[in-house]
């Protein structure tokens, strides 16, 4: 496989797994409804469980039907269940830093954080799944390049299908 693409099939379940909610959203917040010292919401009313778990859910099944496409890949099911798994907590966890630090800022929930909504959720992935099977430092540069693009095309899409009320 071509390394870029190799790289885009590597970080595909990051991508499901930070998109996904969007659909699964469900009602009771991750923060409960809590506030931080600052008096501001501590995640906000766009981080639930049902979103959470949904997206992990999503992001690791994607990891499966890659694995029975691509089975040299990953080897085994079982590492693609790992990585699948890694990189969708990754993201997941990238998005509620991301949320925290908008929160602290002031910003309020849906408020557009240019850069940390579009890289946030994709170095948290990396990250968690780099021990399990590594990228080049070549691949991980261009899926930092190409993200943004491909989180705004995904969000417009979200919008345009009436998933999300804003295109961002
Ligand atoms: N979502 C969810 N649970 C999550 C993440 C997302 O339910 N853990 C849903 C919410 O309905 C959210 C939507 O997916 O509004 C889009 O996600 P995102 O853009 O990350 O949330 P925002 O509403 O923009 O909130 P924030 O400002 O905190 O990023
Ligand atoms: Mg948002
Ligand atoms: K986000």
Do not use: C
Not at 56 to 67: D, H, N
């Amino acid at each position: 496989m071509n390394p870029l693409l190799e790289a885009l099939w590597y970080i595909l379940p990051a991508y499901f797994a930070n998109a996904s909610p969007v659909i699964f959203k469900g009602k009771t917040p991750m923060d409960f409804g809590k506030k931080f010292k600052d008096g501001r919401r501590i995640l906000g009313d766009g981080k639930t469980w049902r979103g959470f778990f949904g997206g992990l859910l999503a992001g690791t099944l994607v990891a499966v039907i890659q694995y029975y496409l691509t089975p040299n890949f990953y080897g085994s099911l079982a590492m693609a269940l790992k990585l699948g798994f890694a990189l969708s907590l990754g993201a997941l966890l990238g998005d509620l830093i991301g949320s925290f630090i908008k929160r602290r800022v002031g910003m309020p929930r849906g408020y557009p954080a240019v850069g940390l909504d579009q890289w946030g959720f994709i170095i948290t992935a990396l990250l968690l799944a780099y021990p399990i099977k590594a990228l080049s430092t070549g691949q991980v540069l261009f899926l930092l390049v190409v993200t943004p693009f491909i989180h705004w095309g995904a969000n417009i899409f979200a919008y345009k299908m009436g998933w999300k009320s804003v295109p961002w």
